[in-house]
C-alpha cells in the first residue's frame, strides 16, 4: 500500500530534492490519491501530522461486511469465504421462497423492517455520493449489497396485503450459539396482513424500495421499475390498513408509532416518482412531524425531515415545517451549541444511549454530511443554533471527527471496524465469525457446543468479519473486547448502512483538502 501523501513529499526532500517542482508535487498528489486515497491530517502550520484515516479502505470494508451478513445461496462472487450457504428451505412452510436477504447482526434471524432500513441508507449514500463511491470503484458493490436486500423484500411482498417481516425464531435463536450453515433452530414465519397490520414494516419497506429504485433507474430500468411499483403497493398498503407493528418484539419493538415511517416513505416517493400526491401526503400530514431526538430504525422523522427540506432549499416553500424540524435536530447534534444539545463522551462521541450506541451516532453522521451538502448547494452560509452560528464547513467538520473516532482517533486509540487499523475489536459478538467457518471445521457445530466452546472462549474469533463496526465505547470512551458484551461488541447492518453515507463524503473532501493545502503552500516546493 503506498504510504501517505505527508511521507512521500518528506522522504522527496530529503532525498536531496529540497524544492519540489509543480509539475512534481501535483503529481505526486494524483499519483497518492488514486493508490490509495488516505486522508492525512495538516495542521495549522502546514505540518503532517501522524493521524491517517484510510477512507477509501474503510468504505470498501463497509460494504464488505455486507457479505459476511448474507443469508441464502452465495453467489460465485461471494468475496467473504469464511461463509457458506444457509436457510435454504426458508419459507417452504407456507410455499413462498423467502431465500436470501440479511440476517440483522450477530444472530441468525431475519428481521424485515430494520433489514428494509439498512437498505434505505445504503441507497441513500448511493444516490446521494455515487460519484464519490463510483470513483473508488465500490458502486458496484454497493449496488450489490442494495439488490441482495431488495430481492428478498421484493420475494416477501408476496401479495398487495401480505408482506413477510420476520424469518426465524428470535427467543429460539437466541438460546443457541451455531453457524448459520449448521442452525436447526425453528424457521418460523411472520407476516403482516390487512387482518393484522404492521404499517412500519410495509411503510419501511416502500421506502427501501422507492430508494433503491432511484439507484437502479438509470442502470436497469425494469428492476427499477419492478421496485417502484411494489414500493408504491407497499405504501398503500400501509397507509390503508393502518396498525403498530409489534410482531418482532422483544427485539424490535415500535416506540415512536408508524406516522414517521408513512412520512419517510412519501418522500422517498416523491423523490423516486416526481408523483405530486405524495408530496401532498406529505403537506397533509404535516402535523405529524415532531423534533427528533435520534434517527434510527425505529424513529425516521429526522431521515423524512432532512429528504423534505432538501426540497425547500430546491425551491418548495410549503416544506419549511421539516426543515425546521430538522434543523433543530442538527442543532442538538453540534458541539458549543446553545440548543438543547445530546451528549457527547469526553472524547467527543455523540453518546445517545448506551446499547449499540454507534448505530445512532453513524446515522446522526448520515444527516450532519447531508444537511451540510444541502446547504452548500443552496448557497446558505449556515445554520444559527440559538446565539451559535455553524457554518457549514463547522458541520461537515464535526460529522468528520465522529467518521474519525470510529476509525481510531478516541482515547481507546483503536478502530471500532473489525479488520481496519492495527488495533480493533477481536472479539465481536457474531456467531458465524466466533466458530470456525465450515471449511476449516466441517464438523456440525450444535447450539450448546457453540457456547461451551466458542461464545465463552477467550480466543481471539477465528473470523475476522471484515468491516463490522461494533456497538462501541460507554459513556467513558472505555471499551472492554469481550464477545459476551453484546450491547458494545455486537455489529448491526443499518449500523454499517448509515456509516457507508457517513464516510462517503470524505472521498470527496479528501481530494479536496489535497488539492488546497497544495495550492496555498506550493510556494514552499
Not at 478502530?415 to 456440525?444: C, D, E, V
Request: charge should be neutral.
Amino acid at each position: 500500500m503506498p504510504p501517505s501523501s505527508c511521507a512521500v513529499i518528506e522522504s522527496y526532500k530529503i532525498m536531496g530534492q529540497g524544492r519540489i517542482t509543480r509539475l512534481g508535487v501535483w503529481g505526486l498528489i494524483l499519483w497518492h490519491f488514486l493508490a490509495s486515497n488516505k486522508v492525512t491530517a495538516i495542521d495549522h502550520e502546514g505540518f503532517c501530522s501522524t493521524t491517517t484515516f484510510a477512507y477509501r479502505d474503510a468504505l470498501g470494508k463497509a460494504i464488505l461486511f455486507f457479505e459476511g451478513q448474507r443469508s441464502g445461496k452465495l453467489p460465485e462472487s461471494q468475496r467473504v469465504k469464511w461463509r457458506g450457504n444457509s436457510a435454504l428451505s426458508d419459507g417452504k412452510p407456507e410455499n413462498v421462497n423467502l431465500i436470501g436477504g440479511y440476517y440483522d447482526a450477530g444472530d441468525n434471524v431475519k428481521f424485515g423492517w430494520p433489514m428494509a432500513y439498512s437498505v434505505s441508507l445504503l441507497s441513500w449514500a448511493a444516490v446521494e455520493y455515487q460519484r464519490e463511491i463510483s470513483s473508488v470503484n465500490q458502486l458496484g458493490y454497493l449496488r450489490g449489497a442494495i439488490r441482495w436486500g431488495t430481492d428478498f423484500i421484493l420475494r416477501a411482498h408476496t401479495s398487495p396485503t401480505t408482506l413477510y417481516t420476520q424469518v426465524g425464531d428470535g427467543n429460539a435463536d437466541h438460546q443457541c450459539w451455531e453457524r448459520p450453515e449448521d442452525m436447526d433452530t425453528p424457521r418460523t414465519l411472520y407476516r403482516i396482513t390487512s387482518d393484522s397490520p404492521g404499517s412500519e414494516a410495509a411503510a419501511e419497506s416502500a421506502a427501501a424500495l422507492a430508494a433503491a429504485s432511484i439507484v437502479f433507474k438509470k442502470v436497469d430500468s425494469i428492476y427499477s421499475s419492478r421496485l417502484l411499483n411494489h414500493s408504491k403497493s407497499l405504501f398503500e398498503f400501509a397507509d390503508k390498513h393502518r396498525g403498530s407493528y409489534q410482531a418482532s418484539c422483544p427485539f424490535y419493538c415500535s416506540y415512536s408509532g408508524y406516522q414517521d415511517e408513512l412520512l419517510w416513505a412519501a418522500a422517498w416517493l416523491y423523490k423516486a416518482s416526481e408523483d405530486n400526491k405524495y408530496l401532498n401526503y406529505v403537506l397533509s400530514n404535516q402535523g405529524w412531524s415532531q423534533v427528533a431526538s435520534e434517527f434510527s430504525w425505529d424513529n425516521k422523522f429526522a431521515g423524512a425531515q432532512m429528504l423534505l427540506a432538501k426540497e425547500f432549499f430546491g425551491g418548495n416553500k410549503q416544506l419549511s415545517l421539516f426543515k425546521i424540524h430538522v434543523e433543530s435536530f442538527v442543532c442538538a447534534l453540534m458541539p458549543e451549541s446553545s440548543s438543547v444539545r445530546i451528549e457527547t463522551t469526553p472524547g467527543g462521541l455523540l453518546y445517545i444511549r448506551d446499547s449499540s450506541n454507534l448505530q445512532y451516532v453513524t446515522s446522526a453522521t448520515l444527516l450532519l454530511f447531508l444537511y451540510s451538502k444541502t446547504l452548500n448547494t443552496a448557497h446558505i452560509n449556515g445554520l444559527q443554533c440559538g446565539s451559535a452560528h455553524f457554518s457549514a464547513s463547522q458541520i461537515s467538520a464535526f460529522a468528520k471527527s465522529q467518521v474519525d473516532y470510529i476509525l481510531g482517533k478516541n482515547p481507546m486509540k483503536m478502530s471500532y471496524m473489525a479488520g481496519f487499523g492495527s488495533k480493533f475489536p477481536l472479539q465481536i459478538h457474531h456467531r458465524g465469525a466466533s466458530i470456525p467457518s465450515i471449511g476449516a471445521h466441517p464438523a456440525k457445530v450444535s447450539c450448546n457446543d457453540g457456547y461451551s466452546s466458542y461464545y465463552h472462549s477467550s480466543n481471539p474469533n477465528p473470523n475476522v468479519h471484515v468491516g463490522a463496526i461494533v456497538g462501541g465505547p460507554d459513556s467513558n470512551d472505555q471499551f472492554k473486547d469481550l464477545r459476551t458484551d453484546y450491547s458494545h461488541a455486537e455489529p448491526t447492518t443499518y449500523m454499517n448502512a448509515a456509516f457507508v453515507g457517513s464516510v462517503a463524503p470524505l472521498l470527496a473532501q479528501s481530494e479536496q483538502e489535497y488539492l488546497h493545502f497544495f495550492q496555498t503552500n506550493r510556494q514552499n516546493y
